[in-house]
């Protein structure tokens, strides 16, 4: 599904110019990120299969049970029985893929936040937060799927700036995420970020200019 359908064009202005103005008081360069997934899971939709021409085969024996051995007509007939197994699979398997809350029922918590992490990181990669002069990049990144939030920040905050306040913005921003105010936890987001990195005194002293866009990125 499209970004433009959880954050709209209006939504996206709003997260740039949230960041430009940030970035007019402090000396780092903010970089919001929304994916709707970070991992297509196909592993899911295999697991559908196996589900739905489970069940298909238990509904079949069931239900001929109750009526007498080999009384149903699809247990007479063995190709029946097997494309009738092939299509509960088929179903499952794009139930499974297609809809994310099936989807994350046969998806473990710890595979979706270890993937959400690890596209955190690429994504830190992709648009290379770690080439500012001060390396003073700050990635804020939301993957709806996995109601996932990543704050990552590059090695020039990290030396100057606990960990625990970045935890702490991670904490206020998901009751707007579970609201799916997605365009509220970028922009309140960003101007706790920009409160804490004032506290810290980095300010931005007008030296250098806007080394990376201000824009929110999307899927990748």
Known sequence: MKV???LPKSSQEKITIAVGEAEKKINAEIVP???TSSDDYSEAGLKGALLGA???ALGILGYDSLMGWYQ????????LFIGAIAVGGALGYLLFSMIPAMKRTVVSRQKMKQRSAAMAERVFGEYKLFETKNRTGILIFISLFEHKIEILPDKGLKEKIAEDEWLKVIEEMKPALKRKA?????TSSISKITEILLTYKMNRTGEGGNELSDH???NI
């Open 54 to 56: 489970s069940m298909t």
């Open 182 to 186: 997605f365009e509220e936890a970028f």
């Open 33 to 35: 990120v929304f994916m």
């Open 4 to 6: 433009e359908n959880y």
């Open 72 to 79: 149903h007509f699809l247990l007479q007939n063995n190709w």
């Open 216 to 218: 929110l990125r999307e």
